[in-house]
């Protein structure tokens, strides 16, 4: 069975500085997708970035990027000049044949 | 233009009636999902549907049902609701091919409150 484990049920960040929320995931196949997901208090799922598990080069959307471990299974996102904006829950995913979400990550953003 | 929608976003109902939450996608995706999320903040899928496979997630009661009149809807229809389904219900959709393959896009979510 594939999981998916967010250590970090809260955490916070001051405005401006970097912030790196964790991820690992446990799956027996060789191909498969990783994504992170926001969730700001208005309750809609937005994508932040993702990764496809055969590209060793780690994805970057503007001051969001990850670090993909595929050996460690290990799927960080690191927020740089995090903005108020940010705070949020950040749910990290794998997808093989299904969807499976980490429990999330509380983020706030403090002024 | 709204790419996924819900209705309704909120949703107050008596335990034991009957329920319904529509979904559409003008995306033009060919797989459409329902997702529960609890209190916790936990998201669970409940089922993934496409025009030829529905796939349940064993760990859903049989008073949830799908139904998809055609490939841009796919309503969640719940039996005899009880106090654990409270919840908010997300809909989402993807393509299996294309640029975007696999990303899932979310509706709003309907918040669903049993009494």
């Known amino acids: 069975a594939q999981t998916v484990t967010q250590s970090q049920p809260e955490m916070s960040v001051q405005e401006a500085e970097t912030v790196t929320l964790s991820c690992t995931y446990d799956t027996s196949e060789n191909n498969y997708y990783l994504f992170w997901y926001k969730q700001p208090p208005s309750r809609q799922m937005i994508l932040v970035i993702r990764?496809?598990?055969?590209?060793?080069q780690n994805a970057t959307e503007n001051r969001f990027s990850v670090n993909f471990q595929k050996a460690a299974k290990s799927f960080s996102l690191k927020i740089s000049d995090s903005q108020l904006g940010d705070t949020a829950m950040y749910f990290c995913a794998f997808m093989a044949n299904d969807m499976r979400f980490g429990a999330g990550t509380r983020l706030t953003v403090k002024p | 233009d709204t790419a996924v929608s819900q209705t309704p976003k909120y949703l107050v109902t008596q335990m034991g009636n009957d329920k319904s939450i529509k979904c559409e996608q003008n995306?033009?995706?060919?797989?459409m999902y329902w997702y529960k999320q609890d209190s916790k903040k936990f998201l669970k899928i409940m089922f993934s549907?496409?025009?030829?496979?529905?796939?349940i997630n064993e760990t859903v009661p049989n008073r949830f049902s799908p139904k998809s009149p055609d490939k841009a809807h796919l309503n969640l229809h719940i039996n005899s609701l009880e106090l654990g389904d409270s919840a908010v219900y997300f809909c989402a959709s993807s393509q299996k091919v294309g640029l975007n393959k696999n990303e899932q896009f979310f509706g709003p979510g309907t918040r669903l409150t049993v009494l």
């Open positions: 995306l033009g995706h060919d797989t």
């Open positions: 549907y496409n025009n030829k496979e529905l796939i």
């Open positions: 990764q496809e598990a055969y590209k060793q």
